[in-house]
C-alpha cells in the first residue's frame, strides 16, 4: 500500500518542496486530488464494464485511461485488463503482446504472474503448445509460490509438445 502510495505521487509530476504537504495549504492538492479522483473513476468504470462483460467497452475505457493517465498508479492493471478484454474476444495474438508490456514494462506489478499465465493460456488457444509450455514453465519458475503457477503445473500435463518434453 505505501509503496503504491509513493509510486502514485511520484508519478503525478514534480514533488513540492514542503517536507509535509499535507500542512502546507499553498500546494496544488485539489487539482491533483481531482486528477487522481478522476483517473480512480475512469479506471473503476472501465474494470465494471470488463466484469460486466462489455469487453469492446472495457478495452476503449482502458485505452482512453493510459492515453490520459499515462503516469497513473493503475497503468500496469490497466494494460492487464486490456489484455484481459482481448482474450476475452479472442484475439490472442494481440492479448500476447500486450500481456508481454506487462511483464517488461511493470515487472514488479502483482498482475505478472496472471499476464504469463494468460500469455500461456492464449499461445494454447493459437494452437502452440510448443510456445505456450515455455509461458507456463517461465512463470513456474520466476513465481514458484503463486496460485498462477500452480494453475500452470495443471496445465502442463495436459499439453503435448513434440520435442519439446
Known amino acids: 500500500g505505501t509503496i503504491q502510495e509513493v509510486r502514485h505521487r511520484m508519478q503525478q509530476g514534480p514533488m ?50 493510459l492515453e490520459q493517465y499515462p503516469h497513473a498508479s493503475q497503468v500496469g492493471y490497466a494494460r492487464y485488463w486490456i489484455g484481459e478484454s482481448l482474450y476475452a474476444k479472442q484475439q490472442y495474438a494481440a492479448a500476447i503482446v500486450t500481456f508481454d508490456e506487462i511483464i517488461r514494462k511493470h515487472p514488479e506489478n502483482p498482475k505478472v504472474p496472471a499476464a504469463l499465465l494468460k500469455q500461456g493460456n492464449a499461445f494454447v488457444k493459437l494452437h502452440d503448445a510448443c510456445t505456450a509450455k515455455y509461458f507456463l514453465r517461465q512463470l513456474q519458475k520466476e513465481y514458484p509460490n503463486s496460485s498462477e503457477a500452480r494453475q500452470a503445473t495443471e496445465q502442463l500435463k495436459q499439453l503435448k509438445c513434440e520435442g519439446y518434453g
Open 16 to 65: 513540492p518542496t514542503a517536507p509535509l504537504p499535507v500542512a502546507t495549504p499553498s500546494l496544488p492538492a485539489p487539482e491533483t486530488s481531482s486528477a487522481g479522483d478522476a483517473a480512480e473513476r475512469l479506471y473503476q468504470y472501465a474494470l465494471q464494464e470488463f466484469q460486466e462483460g462489455n469487453h469492446n467497452a472495457a478495452l476503449a475505457l482502458f485505452k482512453q485511461f
